[in-house]
């Protein structure tokens, strides 16, 4: 659906005047960007928190639609305030950060996802490939503390007793 109650005609009239006045800018990979981010924080303070929300989960609907970057989505649903729904998101973004090897954007996205409200079955998922990231950044600490959350999850019984014992052993 649309971000707001505009024709397609209306905004995109709204757009093409944004462009004009400078308060918007095609974006790095087509899109488009606010040209400054005070531009974007003035924009969301003159809205309400209930308009700001749903003004966000439009928004999350319609970056997905359009096959925008998974962070980007998952952040639009979290300030939307249905951060459950940021999960799936987030777990991709970490995925795509992983196969770009870096390593501490993809331990961003999954305590991101896990601070969402992923689900124990969820979490069984993510911890173990997530310790491991841990510990080849050498933050052993946080590794072990996240061990101890997987055992916790272990003991829940969350997953499948196969995914429970591959979790264990990876």
């Known amino acids: 659906g649309p971000a707001c109650a505009l024709s397609e005609v ?38 309400d928190h209930a308009r700001r929300r749903s003004v966000h989960r439009r928004l ?16 639009h649903h979290e300030a939307g305030g249905e951060p459950r729904r940021a999960v799936p998101w987030r777990r991709r973004a970490a995925g795509e950060a992983m ?7 993809a331990i961003a996205q999954w305590r991101q ?8 079955d969820e979490a ?23 061990a101890d959350v997987l055992l916790g999850l272990v003991d829940q019984g969350a997953g499948t007793q196969a995914q429970r ?5 990876a």
Request: charged content about 20%; glycine content about 8%; aromatic content about 2%.
């Open 124 to 146: 069984l998922v993510m911890v173990p490939t997530l310790m491991k990231t841990l510990d080849e950044r050498d933050f052993g600490d946080q590794a072990q503390a996240q």
């Open 10 to 47: 209306e905004a995109s009239l709204a757009v093409e005047d944004a462009l004009q006045a400078r308060l918007l800018r095609e974006a790095d990979g087509g899109g488009l960007a606010f040209a400054h981010h005070l531009v974007q924080q003035g924009l969301e303070a003159s809205l």
């Open 60 to 75: 999350a609907l319609g970056a997905a639609a359009a096959g925008a970057p998974p962070a980007r989505i998952a952040a």
């Open 165 to 169: 014992h591959e979790a264990l052993i």
């Open 99 to 105: 196969r770009l090897h870096l390593l501490d954007e």
């Open 113 to 120: 996802a896990l601070a969402d409200g992923a689900t124990p």
